[in-house]
């Protein structure tokens, strides 16, 4: 008899567990802005000095609670010939507060970045989750052409 009221009591606390998980979730809307980007460097002009800005992301928070962003990764990171200053962006969101994600980085050479999945951290009541989105983004540095009038 005992066990009888034991299983009723763990087929209800999963049943409890699995409904507050999927209501307790942050709804994020994460949505990639950037597809290529790409930057001509002339011979003459050193690269390292070129620092380009680039509108990324854009997140909302669709939840109900405030959520906060720890971390936003960028997979793979980037080559060495690409220096990532700084992402920027709103990291406290309000519910239906929206935020843009700038990258702002540096050239050290020509080369060709490939992004493939981006992965944004959140903490929303002491719990962390995470959201990961795959994308294809392309930011490159190339040489100009020898017939630009540029």
Do not use: G
């Amino acid at each position: 008899m005992l066990k009888k009221y034991w299983v009723i009591f763990v087929i209800i606390l999963l049943v409890f567990a699995t409904v507050s998980a999927i209501v307790l979730t942050p709804h994020l809307e994460v949505k990639p802005l950037l597809v290529y980007s790409k930057c001509i460097l002339s011979k003459d002009a050193f690269p390292e000095k070129v620092v380009s800005t680039s509108l990324l992301l854009y997140i909302r928070n669709d939840y109900f609670l405030p959520i906060k962003i720890l971390r936003i990764s960028l997979d793979p990171p980037p080559p060495n010939e690409i220096l990532v200053k700084e992402l920027i962006f709103n990291s406290t969101l309000d519910p239906s507060e929206e935020t843009f994600v700038f990258i702002k980085y540096t050239f050290l050479n020509y080369t060709r970045w490939d992004i493939r999945k981006i992965t944004v951290d959140i903490i929303c009541m002491n719990i962390i989750f995470r959201k990961s989105l795959y994308v294809n983004i392309v930011i490159e540095a190339v040489p100009r052409e020898q017939n630009s009038k540029y």
